[in-house]
Structures are given as structure tokens and as C-alpha cells.
């Protein structure tokens, strides 16, 4: 039985690799949009995971986050696989972020 739960494991998290993903902001003083295709055809949700830190404020997905040590979490309602996301540079000019998505299936 552990066996079994553990191979069911790992098709289960290989299936959900492509929904997730990272971009790393090469020029923060500059706007920059990303993009990326997912596998989930019946998606509700899109899950931004912001991190680093910045000289002052930036916007991610219209969202402004202060400057600083950066470790935010937005969750947004997103109904496309093909995911679109902007980073605004704002008032900031010196930093490094990191921007991690998700888009979770629906079971």
C-alpha cells in the first residue's frame, strides 16, 4: 500500500510541473512582461509568488509592493492557460526579484 501511494505520488506531481514556473527579473529599473504556456485547460486561479528586495516600490500584475525585503503572495483570478504577467519597475531602480507562478488544476 505505501508503495502504490508513493508511485501515485510522483505521477502526480510530474503531471503538475508544467503549471508552475519562475521568471528572475534580469533589469529591475525596467518594465518587463512575461509570459508562459500551462497545461490547464480549466484554470480559475493564478498564484504569484514574489521575491528579493528592491530600492523602492514595484508593481507586479497591477499589485504595488513596497520596496525592501520583498516575500509576497498574490493569488488572482486567472481563466487562461496561457499565462501574461507585468512587472512595473515603479520607482525602483536597484534590486533583484524573483517571480514564481502557479497555476493549479481543478479536480
Not at 1 to 22: A, D, P, Q, R, Y
Amino acid at each position: 500500500m505505501l508503495m502504490f501511494f508513493f508511485i501515485f505520488s510522483l505521477v502526480f506531481i510530474s503531471c503538475n510541473t508544467k503549471n508552475k514556473g519562475e521568471w528572475k527579473v534580469a533589469d529591475i529599473s525596467r518594465d518587463t512582461i512575461f509570459s508562459a504556456e500551462t497545461g490547464v485547460r480549466d484554470a480559475t486561479t493564478m498564484i504569484l509568488k514574489i521575491q528579493g528586495n528592491s530600492d523602492d516600490s514595484i508593481k507586479v500584475h497591477g499589485f504595488s509592493i513596497p520596496g525592501g525585503n520583498i516575500n509576497k503572495e498574490l493569488r488572482v483570478d486567472w481563466y487562461n492557460s496561457k499565462i501574461s504577467v507585468k512587472y512595473e519597475s515603479y520607482r525602483a531602480k536597484k534590486g533583484n526579484i524573483k517571480i514564481q507562478y502557479d497555476v493549479p488544476k481543478v479536480f
